[in-house]
């Protein structure tokens, strides 16, 4: 079955810098790749995703880059501020088990001011 | 999006007892899924409900421990039965919208259990 696995667990940056982080995937089917964002005590958010036909998506500060053959995506956060800081997860999707998401180990990411 | 509401928001529950999650949806929705998050650890999906049918329940998770209900498409139960310290966790329902495998998956707070 899908494997997700996430890199670093933890990442401390200090303000205004970019933070990567990156995930791999076993299942070459999943075709769909999340990105959430889990500040303490609330649930996880929804910031960016990716689907498979495409390479790159990016939203302001974020960005997710996603290469298929080498089954691996990336959370690329630039200009980072205090705000930033919390666990980020990524998934992937199970194909065709009516939208399963199998999810990484998170990364805990500090923005240092 | 639709918004998601979960509660209770926190419990403490004594080793034996049950206690039954309730997650509410503002639309209809198809697929509702209910995740654990054990302290400091990732999500881990326990079942899939969908209105009208039994639940599908992941390996290691057995509807006798996790019973779920669906009455409706804005609706959920999970109830944690027989209670044990090892049940501590935030227990999540989450709704996808959009494509089936591909729409996008949407949690509630969450509800934080801990078992003495």
């Known amino acids: 079955g899908e494997n997700v696995e996430q890199h670093p667990s933890t990442l401390s940056v200090q303000e205004g810098d970019s933070a990567v982080i990156k995930c791999t995937y076993s299942d070459s089917a999943s075709n769909y790749f999340p990105w959430y964002k889990q500040e303490l005590g609330k649930g996880p958010q929804l910031i960016i995703d990716i689907r498979s036909n495409v390479g790159e998506k990016k939203d302001q500060r974020i960005a997710v880059t996603l290469n298929k053959t080498a089954k691996h995506f990336s959370l690329h956060i630039t200009e980072t501020q205090p705000e930033d800081s919390a666990v980020y997860f990524c998934?992937?999707?199970?194909?065709?088990?009516?939208?399963?998401?199998?999810f990484g180990q998170g990364t805990e990411l500090s923005v240092k001011p | 999006s639709a918004v998601i509401s979960q509660k209770p928001s926190r419990d403490i529950c004594q080793r034996g007892t049950s206690l039954t999650i309730q997650c509410q949806v503002d639309s209809q929705v198809t697929m509702m899924f209910w995740y654990r998050q054990q302290p400091g650890q990732s999500l881990t999906l326990i079942a899939t409900?969908?209105?009208?049918?039994?639940?599908?329940?992941e390996s290691g998770f057995v509807i006798d421990k996790f019973p779920i209900s669906r009455p409706n498409l804005t609706f959920s139960t999970l109830t944690v039965s027989n209670m044990s310290p090892e049940d501590s966790s935030i227990y999540l329902c989450s709704f996808r919208q959009g494509p089936l495998d591909t729409g996008e998956l949407f949690f509630g707070e969450g509800s934080r259990l801990t078992v003495l």
């Open positions: 409900a969908n209105q009208g049918s039994e639940a599908t329940y």
């Open positions: 998934a992937a999707n199970v194909y065709n088990q009516g939208g399963k998401l199998i």
